[in-house]
Structures are given as C-alpha cells and as structure tokens.
C-alpha cells in the first residue's frame, strides 16, 4: 500500500522568511515523488518532482528515503505563493499516482 | 489545447438522485484518472484507466459509483442513488504514459465538478 502524510492542514508564513512543507511518505517499493500546487481559480498542476531534481519558482525538494520524507522548502516566501500544496507518491513506473491531503500555505504580507 | 474539460462545473441535487459528471481528456492522452477531493480526506483516486480500460477501481467507494470510458475522449462517473456524504468536488485527470519508460507523473487536471447532495 502507498500513503502520503502531510501533518498540516494550514500554514502561514511571513513574507521573506523561509517555507517548508512537510510530507512523508510510506511505500514498500522504489517510489516516485511530486508535488502539486493548487494556486485560487486554477487548477491543479505539477510544481516539481523528485526525479528532476529541479528548483520550481524557488522551490526545492530533496527525497529521503531514510527518513522517507520529500519536504518542500523556499528560502523566501513571496506573496504568490500562497496557494494548497499536495505531495504526491507512485512507484516507479507505475501510474497510480496517490495524493497527501494537503497543505494550504498563506504568506502574510 | 482546453486542456481536460469537465462537466458540470456545478451540480446540485437532492439525496436519492442520479448524478453523471463528465470528462473529456487530453487528446493523445491514453489515461485518465478519477480523483474526489473533500477537506477531511484531501484528493482520494476513484479509479483509473488506461487505454479505455479499467486499471484500478479500488477507490471507488461503494457499488453506487460506477464508471465507464467508452472511448478515448470521454468518460463518465456516475452516483446512483447519490447521498449527501457524496458532496465533493470531482476531478479528472489525465496522463500520457508511454510503455516501458519511468513515469513522469505528471497529471493534467480538469477544473473539477462541484457536486452538492442535499
């Protein structure tokens, strides 16, 4: 069974400081790590994915597997970035992509 | 490109009734995924399909849920009879997935169907 964990359900930071948006993960076989952003009246889209190792709009996310953790993180917080972030788990190769419940992030001006 | 389109964007009904929400995929696309997002539980996958068939229905919450992709451009979720504990927002999403290769994981999402069971 694959199971995404975000303990918060809301966070508010303050512009400039740093963000960082837990998520745990837990999963037998070699997992694939996403997140998804959420930003008001859009849709649901990629933000990043562990595999690329990329940073997105000042966003990094290192996986873990010791740890078996996949937190997002910004060093400063910017106004735009308040919007629900969801961690999201498959194994590698396969498609059925599970979903945390979420985290919705406001950044306070 | 729209993108995923879904229908109805809003729906209100009354305890009892039938409810079909709608999507229609990305062209190309060659899975399509069933999602139900609530505030308690986040986004839940229903079910999902590849190639029109169905992969993974283990989601789906009880034999009043069913769903069909009769081809590659549509497919239909549909509660019957529909309860006021069904009262979410419904996506579909979809996704190329090329055999053999890592997936990308990356999910194209509809805008969503709001469904309110009174």
């Known amino acids: 069974a694959q199971r995404v964990t975000q303990p918060e359900k809301l966070l508010s930071v303050f512009k400039g400081a740093p963000v960082e948006l837990k998520c745990n993960y837990s999963?037998?076989?070699?997992?694939?790590l996403f997140w998804y952003v959420q930003y008001s009246r859009q849709r649901l889209q990629l933000l990043l994915r562990h595999i690329s190792r990329e940073s997105i709009k000042g966003f990094t996310a290192d996986l873990n597997k010791g740890e078996t953790s996949f937190h997002l993180k910004k060093p400063f917080a910017q106004e735009e970035d308040s919007a629900m972030y969801y961690c999201?788990?498959?194994?590698?190769?396969?498609?059925?992509?599970?979903f945390g419940t979420g985290t919705r992030l406001t950044i306070i001006p | 490109d729209a993108g995923v389109i879904q229908s109805p964007r809003h729906e209100v009904t009354e305890m009892g009734q039938e409810v079909t929400l709608r999507c229609k995929p990305i062209?190309?696309?060659?899975?399509l995924f069933w999602y139900r997002q609530t505030m308690m539980r986040g986004l839940e996958l229903l079910i999902y399909f590849n190639n029109n068939v169905p992969i993974d229905d283990s989601g789906m919450p009880e034999d009043r849920f069913s769903a069909k992709m009769p081809n590659a451009s549509f497919s239909t979720l549909k509660i019957q009879p529909s309860e006021p504990r069904d009262s979410a927002v419904y996506f579909c999403?979809?996704?190329?997935?090329?055999?053999?290769?890592?997936?990308?994981?990356?999910?194209?999402f509809g805008e969503g169907s709001r469904l309110t069971v009174l």
């Open positions: 999201a788990l498959s194994g590698f190769g396969n498609e059925k992509l599970t």
């Open positions: 999403a979809s996704s190329s997935r090329i055999a053999g290769v890592a997936n990308t994981g990356e999910l194209f």
């Open positions: 062209s190309g696309h060659n899975s």
């Open positions: 999963y037998s076989g070699s997992p694939e």
